[in-house]
């Protein structure tokens, strides 16, 4: 039978799971999480909104006081982002493995896609100190090609995301989806939906599977 997760557990399933990368994590638990994060992305939201405001207003009025709090409320923006990012990177990712491992899928893009994230910061951190121009051409393509892939692979991931949980109890556990109603076997999938194929395949079903 299938097993909801709700908004709150998400939530909840998000930070007990910190540092797991095995398992498996179904699509609303995944999504849900997603809402969670621009739900907590509103205050950073304000303070930017409002810091851009007072700070303009401030310039454009020479009023050194409105200037001051704008300059404050985006340094408090600027705090808010990286300290919500530096709590939420490593169990977004364990998040993003396991939504794959529910698809049936190994966790090598979302290892790229995340590798490709951190170089992407870096480059682009190195280019603005050496080029903040982009006067040479070769920073230009260099940028254009690092988000090209990293686009790409993010398109990729959502579209992953996106997809049902594999029904069938894979290498990485039992769908938290559809429990283990289907399941691997050695020869052949277990099919404890119908006892008769599995009688001919000198399989017998237990008889609580069959109260499904």
Not at 52 to 64: A, C, D, K, N
Not at 122 to 148: C, K, Q
Request: charged share 15%; net charge positive.
């Amino acid at each position: 039978m299938e097993r909801k997760i709700g908004f709150l557990q998400a939530l909840k399933l998000f930070w007990t799971n910190y540092v797991n990368f095995k398992g498996r994590s179904r699509r609303s638990e995944y999504w849900y999480m997603t809402l969670w994060h621009m739900i907590f992305m509103i205050p950073a939201l304000i303070l930017l909104i409002l810091g851009l405001i007072m700070l303009v207003s401030g310039i454009s009025s020479y009023s050194g006081e409105v200037t001051a709090m704008g300059t404050l409320l985006l340094i408090m923006f600027f705090i808010y982002i990286g300290i919500y990012s530096f709590a939420t990177f490593i169990p977004s990712w364990a998040l993003l493995v396991r939504r794959f491992h529910d698809t049936g899928r190994k966790m090598l893009i979302p290892v790229i896609y995340f590798t490709v994230l951190i170089v992407t910061n870096i480059i682009v951190t190195l280019i603005n100190a050496m080029d903040p121009e982009y006067a040479n051409v070769s920073s230009i393509i260099t940028l254009i090609l690092i988000y090209i892939i990293y686009i790409a692979l993010g398109i990729y991931c959502l579209v992953i995301c996106c997809l049902d949980s594999e029904r069938k109890t894979n290498k990485y556990g039992t769908s938290h989806k559809y429990g283990n109603h289907i399941r691997p076997n050695i020869n052949a999938y277990e099919n404890t939906f119908n006892p008769k194929e599995n009688e001919q395949l000198g399989q017998t079903p237990k008889q609580d599977e069959l109260k499904y």
